[in-house]
């Protein structure tokens, strides 16, 4: 009975270290003997619940992110539902995406900013196995999100808010990932708490209006163009 009891917080214990070594070290610089000494549980411990040092990663990712794609899409419903079949405001689907992500930022139990700053980190720097995981976990929230902005912006072409989309996850997955570059970057010092939830508020004051401003930006002037020329000649009265 007692040993019942202890498995599922093994299972946690183990998925807690992981989560704060492949944030600390990345995948490749996080040992299983790392994660075994931190979690305080030998490698079998580990194997049982896991199998493989992959499964372990994607299982860190799966915990966090189930909760991140409802959350999503239980946001795009409510939104959809107040709109009544009526084209969503841009603003509004950037913050039900964007938003609900620095969410989590703020809450411990949702991994807070150490789970974030792995997320932006891994997603900076992939390994072939979990981009195809993420793919998996993403494909039905982003195809959403996707077709709402698709009827929100119908001035812009598809393939340019298809780019936005993608140039907006870039700059959110760099700006979670911490502060290091930009102190490389620019030599600065910069004061933030990043695993509190300041530093959640701090980068949702930051990040927000600048992917907004992105996905509202005019269009480049080759787009501008091939929608100029896509609309059809007035009729001339008779």
Same mark, same amino acid.
Not at 74 to 86: F, I, K
Not at 89 to 95: D, V
Not at 151 to 160: F, I, K, N, T
């Given at each position: ?9 093994? %299972? ?8 704060? &070594? ?19 549980? @030998?490698?079998?411990?580990? @194997? ?59 809450? *411990? ?6 789970? &974030? ?75 933030? @708490? @990043? ?20 996905? %509202? ?10 929608? *100029? ?10």
């Amino acid at each position: 009975m007692s040993e019942t009891r202890t498995q599922p917080d093994t %299972r946690e214990r183990i998925l807690d270290a992981a989560e704060r &070594l492949f944030m600390e070290s990345g995948y490749e610089g996080t040992s299983m003997r790392m994660i075994t000494g931190e979690a305080g549980v @030998n490698l079998a411990a580990v @194997n049982y619940h896991f199998g493989s040092k992959e499964a372990l990663l994607r299982e860190v990712f799966r915990r966090r992110l189930n909760w991140l794609n409802a959350e999503r899409l239980r946001a795009l419903d409510a939104l959809e539902a107040e709109a009544q079949g009526g084209a969503l405001k841009p603003s509004a689907i950037l913050e039900a995406f964007f938003g609900t992500l620095l969410k989590m930022g703020r809450d *411990q139990s949702l991994g807070g900013m150490t789970f &974030l700053r792995l997320l932006g980190r891994t997603l900076t720097e992939p390994a072939d196995f979990i981009r195809a995981f993420f793919a998996g976990e993403y494909a039905e929230v982003i195809e959403r999100y996707k077709k709402a902005l698709f009827r929100a912006l119908p001035e812009v072409p598809p393939e340019e808010i298809i780019w936005r989309f993608h140039l907006m996850l870039g700059a959110m997955s760099y700006a979670i990932a911490g502060t290091d570059a930009l102190q490389v970057i620019t030599g600065c010092e910069v004061d933030m @708490n @990043n695993d509190g939830p300041d530093a959640a508020q701090l980068l949702e004051a930051r990040v927000m209006p600048f992917l907004l401003g992105g996905l %509202r930006a005019p269009l480049p002037q080759f787009q501008l163009l091939q929608v *100029q020329q896509s609309k059809p000649e007035p009729t001339k009265a008779a």
